[in-house]
């Protein structure tokens, strides 16, 4: 079965450090990866996708993803985290057909 | 940027009651989705929609649940028969087309509660 992990359930980081948050991916053919972010009583919000070819795509906010296929890895970066970037954030990967699986989510919690 | 809209924000109902949630995906959007999110856990994929017509659908989806874009503008799940277990929060979603590096653009979700 196809699917995506997100091995964090949080992560905490302070204000104006580099964050990170982790993504692997376990699907046939080619992935297509997405992130999205929530903040509260929201729906998700798409923050980026991996386009093939770019293995380190920007989005939106700051926010940009590493694209690893030796480590089936998609992780989420962003060099300096901002108290507003707090929010659970979502990896995804559409399955082909008219479906999108997501990842379990990790809370991010960027401290002052 | 245009917006997916759900109604109502809330909603409480009696186990075995029937419940409509309602959406107005992007108007020049033409695929449509309804994912659920139990609290504290992963957002799950429901259904999707496209010319009338259901897509595709995960097997939470069972005879309980149907959609239907009753106009040009609403799409809706319905529940027949609530249990307790269909608490949650559920959005809707849609896109412009089926690529599968297209965006999902999400409404803020309805929040059932089925006491």
């Known amino acids: 079965a196809q699917s995506v992990a997100q091995p964090e359930d949080q992560v905490n980081v302070a204000e104006g450090n580099p964050l990170t948050v982790k993504c692997t991916y376990s699907v046939s053919g080619n992935p297509y990866l997405f992130w999205y972010v929530q903040y509260p009583n929201r729906g998700l919000q798409f923050l980026l996708k991996y386009i093939t070819g770019d293995n380190l795509v920007k989005g939106s906010y700051g926010f940009e993803a590493e694209f690893n296929k030796s480590q089936t890895s998609f992780h989420l970066k962003k060099p300096s985290a901002l108290v507003s970037d707090s929010a659970l954030y979502f990896c995804a990967h559409n399955t082909g057909g008219f479906k999108t699986i997501f990842g379990a989510g990790t809370r991010l919690f960027v401290k002052a | 940027e245009p917006e997916v809209t759900q109604t109502p924000s809330h909603q409480v109902t009696q186990m075995g009651q029937e419940v409509i949630l309602r959406c107005v995906p992007i108007s020049n959007h033409l695929y449509f989705y309804w994912y659920r999110q139990i609290l504290g856990q992963k957002v799950e994929f429901l259904v999707s929609?496209?010319?009338?017509?259901?897509?595709?659908k995960s097997e939470i989806f069972d005879d309980q649940f149907s959609v239907e874009r009753p106009d040009g503008s609403n799409f809706t799940l319905k529940i027949r028969s609530t249990k307790l277990e269909d608490s949650a929060m559920y959005f809707c979603a849609s896109s412009e087309g089926p690529r599968r590096d297209e965006k999902l653009f999400f409404g803020s979700g309805t929040q059932l509660s089925v006491l």
């Open positions: 929609f496209y010319n009338n017509e259901i897509s595709e």
